[in-house]
């Protein structure tokens, strides 16, 4: 079976500072891999996607960035944290030769920068 | 675009009680539905999905919904509510991209159940 894993699951960080977000699935292979982030009270915004190694994209401009060195390897980074990137981390993962069906979520990093 | 209204952020109910969570849709085309349940700090998980089959969807945990494609709803419904149905619900259409996945959410129900 499928699973997925995030870590970390809780962080602090000063503004400022760097961060590294990691998500790997293990059980499929050439999954389609997002980061979404959820803010306080709000719904679900797409970040990154990435169809394959190597290939991100960005939905949205920002402070972060995207990487997948490996096929079922999904990390989140940024050099310099700032308040607005507070807030709830999810990876998820649908298999790429499936279409119009559900993505599969990890457990999340909560992050608060202060 | 396709797009999704969750017209309540909030619900209240008593435990025992029908669960009703409304959900509208935009779309071009015939659409894949699905709802997600999220408690604290967790992540999310899938409750039911529709993908163009019988209108009436059942999930897990007794929830359904029905696809209504006159009035573009897909609300989501439970008999009876137990307190552990306490917790965040995201109405979510998904969209194809170039043979690129991606899913849009609403902005959540937040539902409470009172003993």
Partial sequence: SQTIHQWPATLVQP?????????????????????????????????????GIGQISSEVPQN???????????????????????????????????TYNEQFFGPGTRLTVL | AQSVTQLDSHVSVSEGTPVLLRCNY????????????????????????????ATLVKGINGFEAEFKKSETSFHLTKPSAHMSDAAEYFCVVSEMNTGFQKLVFGTGTRLLVSP
């Fill in chain 1, 15 to 51: 503004v400022g500072s760097p961060l590294s977000l990691e998500c790997t699935v293990e059980g499929t292979s050439n999954p389609n891999l997002y980061w979404y982030r959820q803010a306080a009270g709000r719904g679900l915004q797409l970040l990154f996607y990435s169809v």
């Fill in chain 1, 64 to 98: 972060l960035s995207a990487s997948r060195p490996q096929d079922r390897q999904f990390i989140l980074s940024s050099k310099k944290l700032l308040l607005s990137d507070s807030g709830f981390y999810l990876c998820a993962w649908v298999p790429t030769f499936r």
């Fill in chain 2, 26 to 53: 935009s779309s071009s085309y015939s659409p894949s539905l699905f709802w997600y349940v999220q408690h604290p700090n967790k992540g999310l998980q899938l409750l039911l999905k529709y993908t163009s089959a």
